[in-house]
């Protein structure tokens, strides 16, 4: 209600400026309603964080990027300096709530691996991308205040805004995946150490099917199981293995960034997903030398579990299908479900 109240009287305020713009009393007026004015808004401001969690305020924020990315991309389109300046403004300052405001969660947190992941997430976005960002913003505005106006490259300006919303997504991200976690479970030095400690295994994944354990190699001595075979491969079987873990990381890190966007509740597709990227890390594990399973016949049989959680999602899918109304991405979708039938196929036929 005070900042209702002041809205009038700022106004005010600035039209007496306007018309009396050498007026010592009326500048002095503007800055006395000005200081109370940004003084309301702070304490607006601080009551609103106290009862939003970072969680709900970076959702929220996520959004609100991409309308002024859409708006700004599409001011450029319609050669519109000023609205691509207004909204580009818009998208800076929301960038640098968002950075500070996540900067002053981690505060909260003892130092350490998921603290710093946050904050290089923070430092990549307005270190990097924004300057970038502003650069672009910049050079367009000038280009199209020109008489006549000039060309502006539309690809590079959408890339330096699509970066903008993937920084703030990489952030959200941070801090969601990474929170309550002291170390990343897929570092590098996994051949290095490949000891670890069932109970920390099963701390991270507790819904692992672990198999009785029985001596596969009775020939061989200090090897029972594949597991262990799998620690005393050649180093050049290793570095084969390390290279389709690498590639299998990165399509965990795009899988991690979008189901980050969705919960869980009541979404079985995500709890789907989710569920066969768990057993797809534990098969990862497995080709290392570590995890929950540990001989060829739990391998198989996780390779089965990933094969009809598969069927489920291609199921469940279908209905959502259904209920769609003629469109490319209706034939995209189905185009995806039918290469989920077919490594659903595969992988039955392997493990067999």
């Not at 305020?57 to 996520?62: D, K, P, T, Y």
């Not at 690809?155 to 959200?172: K, M, P, S, W």
């Not at 050049?236 to 969705?262: G, H, P």
Request: charged share 30%.
């Amino acid at each position: 209600s005070q900042i209702e109240n002041l809205c009038p009287q700022v106004i005010n305020a600035a039209r007496v400026l306007a018309a009396r713009p050498r007026s010592k009393v009326a500048q002095e007026n503007i800055e006395v309603f000005r200081d109370a004015w940004i003084n309301q808004v702070r304490i607006l401001t601080d009551a609103v964080d106290d009862i939003t969690t970072v969680d709900d305020f970076l959702a929220v924020s996520e959004n609100h990027i991409l309308e002024d990315v859409n708006k700004c991309v599409a001011a450029l389109q319609s050669k519109k300096p000023d609205a691509v300046d207004i909204t580009a403004g818009a998208i800076r300052g929301r960038s640098g709530r968002i950075c500070n405001v996540v900067a002053s969660e981690m505060d909260n947190y003892e130092p350490g691996p998921y603290t710093e992941r946050v904050h290089e997430a923070i430092r990549l976005l307005s270190n990097n991308v924004m300057p970038n960002f502003a650069l672009k913003v910049e050079g367009a505005v000038k280009s199209l205040s020109a008489n006549p106006p000039l060309m502006v490259d539309e690809n590079e300006f959408i890339d330096a805004t699509r970066l903008v919303y993937d920084g703030v997504r990489e952030i959200r991200r941070a801090v969601l995946l990474n929170r309550g976690r002291d170390a990343d479970i897929d570092s590098d030095t996994e051949w290095e150490n490949p000891e670890v400690a069932e109970s920390e295994v099963a701390s991270v994944r507790p819904d692992s099917t672990t198999t009785e354990l029985v001596d596969e190699y009775p020939d061989i001595s200090g090897i029972t199981n594949a597991r262990e075979a799998m620690k005393k491969l050649p180093e050049e079987d290793r570095q084969k293995i390390v290279q389709q873990v690498d590639e299998f990381k990165d399509e965990k890190r795009k899988f991690d960034l979008e189901v980050s966007k969705w919960d869980d509740n009541g979404n079985d597709v995500i709890v789907l997903a989710k569920h066969m990227c768990m057993i797809m890390m534990e098969m990862t594990d497995f080709t290392r030398g570590r995890g929950p399973l540990q001989t060829t016949m739990a391998v198989i049989d996780a390779a089965k579990r990933i094969s009809e959680a598969g069927t489920k999602l291609d199921k469940l899918a279908r209905q959502i299908v259904e209920m769609c109304p003629e469109s490319a991405t209706k034939a995209d979708l189905l185009a995806y479900l039918q290469r989920i039938a077919l490594y659903c196929h595969q992988l039955n036929i392997t493990s067999k």
